[in-house]
């Protein structure tokens, strides 16, 4: 009797995350004429498909290892838990344990190389502005489109405030907004003082770089310890359920199973917690828009 209604619990939680799945995809509505005739199973049967098809291959392939990581603990077990349980870990943990993105990391390094682009084309006589212009197709890729934007802006004659502010607001980062201030600054300024303030803002965004490289090789250390003591756990309990599956026995009931679900479930949270406290707080920006329009008025934002 416990065996069977664990198995009905297992059935309903995996149904359930289907239903999620599928939920979360927007799927295109048909005409007006064929809605009557799509079905609920056709509809849930489309969306995970289109989900399946849009996710990247590493993730196909751990959702595919995770599923048949559960239907084999099952068929050696017999605990129909394992049916959620392992395709939730296997898929789940690759995501706790990766590496935060370095979006920031790569926006300060092209931030420095485009001052530095800009830097040498005003120092042979050309405005900032001009500058831009000419050295926008040298741009790293991560400032591409929004530096595109930003010379469309302006080539459209917009105020140079509200262009860059327009940049900023596209960039969406606090060392962005102090660059593209210093780069306004120095379009105003003009002459060969715009290019030494661009080539010392340069320099600034070097030393920026270095220290972020430095401060995630520290919060990535013990990241790497987790993964590590994961993988041994990971190990020792595949072995132990193969080898000594008298040790587990208790968990073979309904409450053995819900306990195991429950210590999966604290050690997921952990894992998350983990995450989140290894990531770079953002820094409040500086360059905030005021008002509605062509950008707006600048105001200080709060740090």
Known sequence: MNAAL???????VTGGLVMILAGAVPAPRPPRGERLSTGLSTHLWTAVEKRWR??????????TAGLVAGLV????TGWAILLVLGPALLIGLPVLLADPPERDLDLVRGLERWVRLVAGSA?????????????RRQAPEILAEPLA?????LDARWEPRAAFQHLADDLDSADADQVIAAVLIASQRGGTGASATLTALAGGLTDRAKAMREIGTERAKPRIVVRQVTAVIGVVLGVALVFGRS??????????????????AMYAGALAVLAR??????RGRILVAAGSGEGGAWRRGTP
């Open 6 to 12: 664990a198995g009905l619990l297992a059935a309903l």
């Open 54 to 63: 849009s996710a990247p291959r590493g993730r196909r392939i751990r959702w």
């Open 73 to 76: 603990g099952y068929l050696i």
């Open 123 to 135: 120092s042979t006589g050309k405005s900032v502005v001009d500058a831009i212009r000419a050295t």
């Open 149 to 153: 934007g930003l010379v469309g802006r």
């Open 247 to 264: 040790y587990f026995t208790p968990y073979a009931s309904l409450l053995g199973q819900g306990l195991l679900c429950l210590y999966a």
């Open 277 to 282: 406290r290894s990531q770079i707080r953002r």
